[in-house]
Structure formats: C-alpha cells, structure tokens
C-alpha cells in the first residue's frame, strides 16, 4: 500500500512538472514595456501630495529619469558626482540645453536648500546666497545649536557662516541627474535646477 502511494504521489508530481506551461513570450514583453513608461500623472501627483506633507519639494525632473532639458536658475554648478560636496566642474549657462542620463535619489544630511537668503562671510568679503540655493552644513555650534554652513560660490570660492537651522526648508532626499552637456561634457546637477523640455 505504502508503494502505491508513493508511487502515485511521483506519478502526479512529474506530470504536473511536464504540464506548466512556459508563459507566453508576448506577456513577458509587455510587462518589459510597462516598467519603461514614465511615471503617470496620477501616481506623480500621489508622490508629491506624500512629498509635501513631508515637506518635500517633488518637481518632474525629479521623476523623470532621462531625456532632454534646461538648466535654470544662474550659476549652477556642474559637480563631479551626486552631491555638493563633490568637485565643482565648471558652471552651466542660463537656459543651457542638456541631455538627462540617470538620476539618483540620495539623503542629504550634509547639505539643506534655504527657505530665504542668509549672508557668509569669505576671503572676498560678504556674500548673501538666494533663497532656494543648497549650502553645505558642516557642523554644528554646541553653544547655540546653531549650525555651521559653507557655500563654494564657482567663482568667489567657499564663504562660510552660522546660521539658525530654521534657514533651511525640510529635505529628506534630494535627486540628483547625470547630464551630458552640448559639448559631451558629463556630471551632475540638482534636479531643481532642471526644466524637463
């Protein structure tokens, strides 16, 4: 009795194996398809309604990865890599047309975007960076609590000041895209200083 169980339940193991069907190749590519599209609008405006009560800023260049698109905003840096931190490259001109390669999210504990202007002080003198603007913070006085800031200006050099964290607007993540300028020029830029064409 035993052995015809155990025969029965090989039996009907091998024949369920030789019966699953292979999915049709046509359903594989359409799925491929799918995962290529942009994002929706539908699911671009649930991302940045989540965004915004976190008090994060979603723009489309940060959701679309790739394509064509203008710098705004002027002296926009082009770094070496996904951050601030990174070498600056040179600086993009107003408008300048780019071709979006890949994007990264990434965290940006080290680096806040300023709610309003503050003023740094440098070798040069003083200078005040706009609102909107991304300034490193390097440390933190413990006095205070007051937070210890840089700014590399492409062509003044780096100023440096102190000011109350209530400078910054709230970021968890910043995206960052690899661009390819006109002249095949390759690094990277904030995704807010990008207008998707």
């Not at 800023?57 to 926009?76: E, R, T």
């Not at 700014?151 to 109350?164: T, W």
């Amino acid at each position: 009795m035993k052995q015809l169980v155990i025969i029965l339940c090989v039996t009907g193991f091998l024949f369920a194996c030789q019966n699953q069907a292979e999915p049709p190749k046509q359903e594989v590519q359409e799925v491929q398809q799918v995962e290529r599209q942009p994002v929706d609008n539908q699911e671009f405006e649930k991302q940045k309604e989540a965004a915004e009560k976190e008090g994060v800023y979603i723009s489309n260049s940060d959701i679309v990865g790739s394509g064509k698109a203008n710098i705004i905003g002027k002296n926009v840096a082009i770094r070496k890599g996904a951050s601030f931190s990174t070498e600056s490259l040179g600086v993009f001109a107003e408008n300048e047309p780019v071709t979006m390669i890949s994007y990264q999210v990434v965290q940006s504990e080290g680096e806040g975007i300023l709610n309003q202007p503050v003023t740094l002080s440098g070798k040069g003198g003083n200078i005040t960076v706009a609102k909107g603007k991304t300034i490193l913070i390097v440390g933190t006085n413990n006095a205070n609590s007051n937070l210890l800031v840089a700014y590399d200006d492409p062509k003044k050099g780096r100023f440096e000041g102190e000011v109350n964290a209530s400078v910054f607007q709230t970021r968890i993540f910043a995206v960052w895209h690899q661009v390819e300028r006109p002249n095949g020029e390759k690094g990277w830029v904030l995704g807010k200083d990008l207008q998707p064409k």
